[in-house]
């Protein structure tokens, strides 16, 4: 096998998790069953962790008794066995995902979890990945994890020489239980089937799309990696605009897109309000706001009176800075009336802990307000890294995305204007 260790950490992972049956085929003698004839009922699925050679005989054998699907985790297969797998799936009619998917698949409703991170599952949600590198799609499972984002499905693709990017664009597009659709992409094959599939997905629920391989160094290394094609990213990019695909730029940047996705509506105009206790974020939040397409909302003259006739002292222009001492009350009752603006159509709130009053329980108002306009998206900003950690215990799992900085916030929102105008809003 290609490493005991790995194998067993599978092992671990499919009987901790997965609320199907499991069975257990080591070659070598050492776990299990030794060969597919002995199993007690034969799977409709199975995943391979062998060397290459060993990884084609296996495969074949698994085809020709019935098992309807493969992944095919280890790399290093030559042209060769590749030409090798396609012809038993062409034989036996059986789907291949891989070879070199290095992670395999999760489904977090079933329990299905292929990947070699042993007792790593993340919580379930509505968030979909295809990520054609491992190392990619494990940085997505761990940040999943580790701040309880909720996941559907994650599908490593590796080599693609069967099930490919359109297959599980097709799947996820249907899916009942993926409200958000994350790639990874190096290299795409069927370009034009992509293109078609995802502009019928995009109408019911977002694409977004990380592109590696964008520089002429790094597309050389893709080619490498993965076996794929890489192409001109002046191609991709207008292939990603022609299919209604959001491009975003980093990991962080589709992790924290995906989020405002899976929490909050498009936003159906360009103007929005922040509501602040601070200055100087405020203002940077502003800048950002400008640099990224968007406008500030002019709030209306009957808005801006009830807010400063409310609270003397507070400047109601925008951004509206609510002062240090501002605490739930005070949010509540000003994210009410900027909410129910009709000049407004998205919030940015900045919640700074440190230099102010406010307290951690405080933020407990905004999805309650929130919760009443829900066709207006708001995103909080509890700014820093204690600040943010304290405040997230708070609102990790509600209905509110967060973010440390104004910037990753006013991203989150351009990329929920841009899929209202993809919806012709």
Known sequence: MASPQLF??????????????????????????????KLPDFPELAVVMLPPRQSVEQAEICAANGVKALVMITGGFRDEQRSQLLKIKEGYGVR??????????????????????KNVMPEKGNISVISQSGGVGACLLDWACFYRVGMSKFAFVGDKIDINDVDLLRYYGNDRKTKVICLYMEGIKEGRKFIEEARK??????????????????????????ASIAG?????????????????????????????????????????????????????????????????????????????????????????????DARAERYSKV????????????????????????????AEVIPKVAGRYVDKPVVDVPAGGEDFARVYEILGETSIPLYNLPEKAVKALKALRVYGKILGH
């Not at 998790?17 to 003698?29: A, M, R, S």
């Not at 395999?104 to 070699?116: K, Q, R």
């Open 232 to 324: 001109s990213d002046q191609i991709f990019d207008a292939a990603f605009t022609k299919a209604g695909i959001i491009r975003v730029e980093n990991i962080e940047e589709l992790m924290n897109t995906a989020i405002a996705f899976s929490k909050q509506p498009p936003m159906h105009g360009d103007n929005v309000a922040i509501v602040s206790n601070v200055g100087g974020p405020a203002i940077l939040a502003a800048d950002a706001v400008v640099r990224n397409n968007l406008k500030l909302a002019t709030l209306s003259e009957k808005t801006k009176k009830e807010i400063e006739n409310l609270y003397p002292g507070v400047d109601a222009a925008n951004p509206i800075d609510m002062i240090a």
């Open 201 to 226: 997905i995009v109408k019911k629920k977002p694409i977004l799309a990380l592109k590696g391989g964008i520089t002429q160094e790094s597309a050389k290394r893709a080619k490498s990696h993965t």
């Open 8 to 37: 067993r950490n599978v092992i671990c992972n499919m009987k901790k998790f997965y609320h199907g049956k499991t069975h257990i085929l080591d070659v070598e003698g050492k776990v299990g069953y030794t060969k597919l004839s």
């Open 96 to 117: 291949i995902l891989g070879p070199n998917t290095i992670m395999g698949v999760i489904n977090t409703a079933n329990g299905l979890n292929t990947t070699f991170e």
């Open 335 to 362: 994210l009410e009336m900027v909410l129910a603006d009709e000049n407004v159509d998205g919030v940015l709130i900045i919640n700074m802990l440190k230099s102010c009053f406010f307290e951690p329980e405080d």
